[in-house]
């Protein structure tokens, strides 16, 4: 009880004209009207309430982040933007962009770049044809909401992977402020800048955004910058008709430190990769992406039709400098019926999604950093068509059933244009059917609980094909399937909201670095069975509603209206997620039942976080990983569990002035923020990425 008073007061001293509300006997508040805007919404990109709905009646693992809640603090990295979505494993390697992000244990061999989960900006892939993406294509500052499909819930969207997908919807001129500037700045030398602008114009809308970020990185080669701009102009053709125009310009320069041994990280884990340095290993690249999203409504029926054609120039020096210029072509045509089927609800969805990527790869030898002598040139292709079907079907007012299915069809073509020896060009081709069943009961308007049983299909990228720079042409390869069963409930109940989800996965042919002998021991190959289990949970529970009433009647009289009306919005507010990952062989003849490595068995991250109505914020945050985790398949190394603390306050107001500062990591604890996966590691193999040490970042923003 103190402490909530203690919180209320400082809150209370932040906004003035409510603590003289609180403090006046007698006194009365102000008649608010409130009255709803005629301002219409967008067909192309619904409001987070039209979106939160629609998601209700997926039966699984769904979710969306308000980007308001993200903008609160530090809004720099995926991390930042997704550290709070259930089931969502996200750790930079460097403290920026790049980083290893995983839904169920998807991509697992992965820090690098990302595969196994769909990328997507306002409906259209990021990712390259053969499914590689990275994630300095995305600007968190530019978005409205954060869409979170896990596993075969990403259905709707013509995902096959195991993760499912993440979709940033962007800003419009509906929701955005006509002048709006933010800045960041704090450790390492990071700073940020936005300036962004939106409006409505008749039956035209625009948003248009700027952003230029750099750090030093908290480690010795690891600066980053990047510049992005996005923006989009939508136009109502009619009521029921609107297109929106997508741009997207990425310029980033990233040094990349490399991975230490485990005796390095503790003496100094500030340093660098001795060899990463030496070659002036870096990932930069340009990308320009142009899209076009077009809805058709007519009644209960929405005829949505995306296009998109990105380009990409990649300057890459690894162990070998690798420079590739990709072009991306894709389309979406999705149909989707909510008329009632045999007099019951129903929601029918029909689509087809169809993408083609061809990429010029030349490499070359890293001479420190500069490029030696040509080793490959090669043209890469990629094509996949995914046809998608989905029906929601109400039995009853409260229990659905949804039946879906999709046929996929991928080939990754190697063409080596310049031959260096023998000639090694090659087309791999992969056919996969994945079906879902699922049921979804409505306990009640607030509460439902839901089960699905499910397929999944992922052809490899170029990055598993390719024998990692060791053998030219393409490894032989199965794509890996798939069969997940997931039982879960999401609602709320007084003070509580809770989204939990329990999912088992049965793989085949899951795409590892096992190696092959005598061509690189890094190789990725197809494993046997492997088995991914776990859970995915949300927890949020406000401590405060209601508290201070028998306190109000007790001490303040006449005046106890008044005070419950300045203090009934306070909240103090415990947002947790938990994230249980059992991922193991089935039986290997080589590993048994061993556990497969690089991400922790629990990890758990919370904030206790006092909100008071004026928009002043404040409390702490903690990260915990409780247990060591392997870094090998032979189960021989492990990376140590950890704790961090954090703590944010801030004020935030839709219009006018905004401020946070925000502490990372405050005890400055050493530790592995993840790790590179090996086959067999040793006391001396360098696969620990550390995080950032103590850091404290400070911003303001303008809404005009």
Not at 68 to 83: Q, S, W
Not at 136 to 156: C, H, K, M, T
Not at 159 to 188: C, D, K
Not at 255 to 263: V, W
Request: aromatic share 12%; charged share 20%.
């Amino acid at each position: 009880m103190k402490l909530s008073l203690s919180l209320l007061v400082l809150g209370a001293l932040m906004c003035p004209s409510l603590l003289a509300q609180t403090t006046a006997p007698g006194a009365s508040l102000p008649e608010v009207v409130v009255t709803a805007s005629s301002q219409p919404e967008s067909l192309t990109v619904p409001s987070v309430a039209t979106v939160k709905k629609e998601l209700s009646i997926i039966p699984g693992g769904v979710g969306v982040v308000d980007a308001e809640e993200y903008k609160r603090g530090r809004a720099t990295t995926l991390k930042d933007a997704l550290d709070y979505s259930p089931g969502v494993f996200v750790q930079p390697r460097f403290g920026a962009e790049e980083s290893r992000i995983s839904i169920r244990g998807s991509g697992i061999q992965r820090t690098f770049h990302g595969r196994g989960i769909k990328l997507m900006q306002d409906g259209a892939p990021l990712n390259l044809a053969d499914g590689g993406f990275d994630m300095q294509a995305i600007e968190p500052l530019s978005a409205r909401y954060v869409e979170v499909f896990r596993g075969a819930n990403a259905l709707q969207y013509g995902s096959t992977t195991l993760g499912g997908a993440i979709n940033f919807v962007s800003m419009t001129g509906y929701e955005a402020s006509p002048l709006q500037m933010r800045f960041e700045a704090g450790s390492f030398d990071s700073f940020r800048a936005q300036v962004s602008s939106g409006g409505v114009f008749g039956s035209a809308d625009y948003y248009a955004s700027v952003t230029h970020s750099s750090s030093d990185g908290f480690r010795d080669w690891s600066r980053q910058s990047n510049q992005r701009f996005f923006a989009n102009v939508g136009y109502r053709i009619s009521d029921d008709i609107e297109t929106r125009f997508y741009l997207t310009y990425v310029q980033t320069d990233s040094q990349l430190p490399g991975s230490l041994t485990k005796a390095q990280m503790e003496s100094r884990p500030d340093q660098a990769n001795a060899g990463s340095v030496l070659q002036k290993q870096k990932r930069d690249f340009e990308l320009l992406r142009v899209a076009n999203k077009t809805t058709f409504r007519d009644g209960d029926e929405t005829l949505t039709v995306s296009s998109f054609w990105s380009w990409k120039d990649l300057d890459h020096p690894i162990f070998q400098v690798i420079d590739q210029v990709s072009n991306d072509f894709g389309v979406d045509v999705r149909y989707d019926s909510l008329a009632d089927l045999a007099g019951h609800r129903n929601h029918f969805t029909l689509g087809l999604g169809a993408m083609y990527g061809i990429t010029q790869d030349n490499r070359f030898q890293n001479l420190l950093g500069e490029r030696g002598l040509r080793t490959a040139e090669n043209q890469l292709q990629s094509t996949n068509v995914d046809l998608y079907i989905q029906d929601t079907f109400y039995m009853t007012d409260s229990v659905a059933i949804i039946l879906g299915a999709q046929g996929s069809y991928a080939n990754r073509d190697f063409d080596e244009q310049r031959v260096f020896g023998a000639n090694n060009t090659d087309r791999q081709d992969y056919w996969g059917f994945s079906p879902k069943l699922g049921v979804l009961w409505e306990v009640n308007p607030e509460t439902q609980m839901f089960f699905n049983v499910s397929r999944s299909f992922e052809p490899p990228s170029f990055g598993e094909l390719t024998a990692a720079g060791a053998a030219p042409g393409l490894v032989e390869l199965d794509a890996q399937r798939g069969t997940t069963v997931e039982i879960g409930t999401r609602g709320r109940a007084g003070r509580a909201a809770w989204d939990v989800a329990w999912y088992y996965a049965w793989l085949d042919n899951e795409l590892l670095s096992l190696g092959i002998p005598g061509v690189s021991a890094t190789q990725t190959v197809n494993a046997g069975r492997t088995i991914h289990h776990g859970v995915e949970a949300q927890v949020d529970y406000d401590l405060l509603r209601g508290l201070f009433a028998p306190w109000q009647e007790a001490t303040l009289g006449s005046g106890k209206q008044a005070a419950t009306e300045a203090v009934k919005g306070d909240r103090l507010f415990l947002r947790q997620v938990y994230l249980f990952s059992d991922f193991h062989f089935d039986g290997d003849g080589e590993f048994g039942n061993n556990e497969l490595p690089g991400m922790p068995r629990h990890y758990y991250r919370a904030e206790l976080l006092y909100e008071h109505p004026c928009g002043f914020y404040a409390g702490p945050n903690v990260e915990w990983v409780p247990q060591s985790y392997f870094v090998d398949l032979a189960n021989s190394q492990k990376a140590d569990g950890y704790a961090l603390l954090g703590f944010k306050l801030g004020y935030r107001t839709p219009k006018g002035f905004s401020f946070f500062i925000e502490g990372k990591n405050l005890t400055d604890e050493t530790y592995a923020a993840t790790t590179g996966v090996l086959k067999t590691a040793n006391a001396g193999s360098a696969v620990y990425f550390p995080g950032d040490g103590r850091a404290v970042y400070a911003g303001v923003e303008w809404k005009w």
